[in-house]
């Protein structure tokens, strides 16, 4: 008969000792404490106060009642964003702001156009291994790819796609086309109530109420045919800061767009990826437009084609 006592026991007798101990020594030594924690947070540079647009530019944490910060090393993502003609500005703003960082308090009143966020704990094994990190995951304007022609891909650029939507667009209906087509040579331009026009170089359809509609439409083409998804997101990033700075130039009467060509002949983790940034994009123009917003996703050329005329018409 096996009573509670002798199971025990038997136990007890079969229990490897050793193996425990080395368990337990393994899991102690993998729990061991990074060197310094700190806290940290992000700087953001808002190019427009208009409009209030923020972009993540930096990093930085506070250890030991030091500042340590890393910013994006030159002005070149934020030229392809706003243009050649924008780098005197932001060079000069970005040199303000790396010659003040040398205290929190001149870091945040260094200019309106900067800004930092709250501060949160972090830690790490030293302080290059934190900004890193930090900077990786939190400054993607870091990732902004210089040339389509790093790219050996034989692909839709964006430009072809656009191109390819025009030229459609104008063979079935050339008035519509001339009226509601721009390009960079030929931005749409805003008039505001006060302060400087409103350049939108990233957005291709601009339509304007008549007896058959009623809104403003506006919007965007962008092709993510690239095999890097970064220079996707760079052009979902042009176009999704355009169409917020339309809508927020504008009455209610508005009605914004994006069609996106979306081949699915790319390797599957570079889908995954194109996938997940156009997700982004949508859930970010519709919190932040507050307006109707139509985005159409197609790996058809040709049903990309119909849906942006239908939506210009």
Known sequence: MVTETTLQSD???NVDFDSILTTLTNLSEESIEPDITAKWFVIKISPDLATGELLNIGVGIIYRKKLFTKLIPNTTPLELLYGKASKENFSFLLHLLKSSTDSLLTLKSVSPHFSISSLKFVAGNSVEDILDRLYKS???LNLIQTSEKQNNHKGLSTEKVRSKIFNAIKNSDKYLAESIWHNENNPIVIPP???EKITLKHLQIWSTPNILQQHTKFGAIVSTDYIQATQS????????????RASASLNNNKEAGLFIY???TLPEKILDNVDNIIDHTHWLIKKNIGSRFTMEVESNMDTLINKTHAFAT
Do not use: K, S
């Open 11 to 13: 136990l007890v007798h």
């Open 138 to 140: 939190m400054v993607t």
């Open 193 to 195: 109530d006060l302060g």
């Open 233 to 244: 997101e760079f052009y979902l990033l042009q176009a999704t800061q355009d169409i917020q």
């Open 262 to 264: 979306r081949p699915d």
